[in-house]
């Protein structure tokens, strides 16, 4: 193999390597923030619907403000794709962050509710 060719080989990789650490970076940005409309079910299997304002604080927390037929309140942290919120009760809600925050899947009350928040 020529010089020339080791050069453009390894150049090609280089290029590969790039795009495949930045793929990575990308896939876990998400827009988390703005009105979610919000459909759950109880622990006991009654449903619920209502909004959810979400914010983004500027330590990178989030701000949680739940209108479902009551007020709640909460403050959460991402990890990953992993989204858990302290609203005051002993287990947190958890959810999972899709289609890059437009969507947020999550359970709560030890994972006996189910909550689905959505754009």
Request: proline content about 2%; glycine content about 16%.
């Amino acid at each position: 193999m020529s010089h020339k060719s080791v050069s453009k080989l390894l150049a090609l990789l280089a290029v590969v390597g790039l795009v495949v650490s930045l793929s990575g970076t990308f896939a876990q940005s998400f827009m988390i923030g703005g009105m979610y409309k919000v459909s759950g079910t109880n622990p006991n299997g009654s449903r619920y619907q209502g909004s959810v304002q979400i914010s983004q604080n500027d330590d990178g927390s989030y701000t949680f403000e739940w209108s479902v037929g009551n007020n709640y309140s909460g403050t959460g942290s991402l990890q990953g794709n992993v989204l858990s919120v302290d609203w005051g009760d002993t287990y947190p809600v958890i959810y999972n962050v899709k289609n890059g925050g437009a969507r947020l899947e999550g359970t709560w009350g030890n994972g006996a509710g189910t909550e689905i928040l959505y754009k």
